[in-house]
């Protein structure tokens, strides 16, 4: 069954550092999220990606954030400048269309410290 | 503001008992989904609810959802202990791609 793979599983950087998540999403896929979830917490949206642009974003994708699709297969999430409560579990998912349900990938544990 | 609220928030039960958990959502929609995550793990599709009415069965859980009443239902039964995990329902409104997650039920089964 195909899969959203995610890069690495797991990152501990300094604060004030800059970290980039890798997403493999499906090939077949044409939209593209990013989700994190702060540990014990519920799953919140971070930011939605169809034809090469951002559709939509939360609250929480302020400034530091950015995502990118360099080379047609990669999905990135960039965070420019870590702060402590960045740490969290970060998904990315795709999905075929709006109403199919999305694939989550496994996941890319964040610590910063 | 779409809110997304399950309940309960914890549910410890016995094997082979069953037991249903309440997904309600504060303003239009008429797309819901089920996901189940395992501790440390990604999030499994369980079930997709597109319109007023639906339902749908899996093994020992099934999935409704009533839009008029904006709630949906988690049913199981005759739980097994590998069922214990954390069930997050969510919520999509219309003109948005993005989910709203319920705050999880964490169930656990007892042997």
């Known amino acids: 069954e195909p899969e959203v793979t995610q890069t690495p599983s797991h990152q501990v950087t300094q604060m004030g550092q800059e970290v980039i998540l890798r997403c493999v999403p499906i090939?077949?896929?044409?939209?593209f999220y990013w989700y994190r979830q702060i540990l014990g917490q519920k799953v919140e949206f971070l930011v939605s990606?169809?034809?090469?642009?951002?559709?939509?974003k939360s609250e929480i994708f302020d400034d530091q954030f950015s995502v990118e699709r360099p080379d047609g297969s990669n999905f990135t999430l960039k965070i420019r400048s870590t702060k402590l409560e960045d740490s969290a579990m970060y998904f990315c998912?795709?999905?075929?269309?709006?109403?199919?349900?999305?694939?989550f990938g496994s996941g890319t544990r964040l610590t910063v410290v | 503001e779409l809110k997304v609220e399950q309940n309960p928030l914890f549910l410890s039960m016995q094997e082979g008992k069953n037991y249903t958990i309440y997904c309600n959502y504060s303003?239009?929609?008429?797309?819901l989904y089920w996901y189940r995550q395992d501790p440390g793990k990604s999030l499994e599709s369980l079930f997709v609810?597109?319109?007023?009415?639906a339902v749908k069965q899996e093994g020992r859980l099934m999935a409704s959802l009533d839009t008029k009443a904006r709630l949906s239902t988690l049913h199981i039964t005759a739980a097994v202990h590998d069922l214990s995990a954390t069930y997050f329902c969510?919520?999509?409104?219309?003109?948005?791609?993005?989910?709203?997650f319920g705050t999880g039920t964490r169930l656990k089964v007892l042997a």
């Open positions: 609810l597109l319109s007023n009415g």
């Open positions: 303003t239009t929609s008429d797309r």
């Open positions: 990606f169809y034809n090469n642009e951002i559709s939509e």
């Open positions: 969510a919520v999509v409104t219309s003109g948005t791609y993005k989910y709203i």
């Open positions: 090939s077949n896929h044409l939209y």
């Open positions: 998912a795709s999905s075929e269309g709006t109403v199919y349900g999305y694939t």
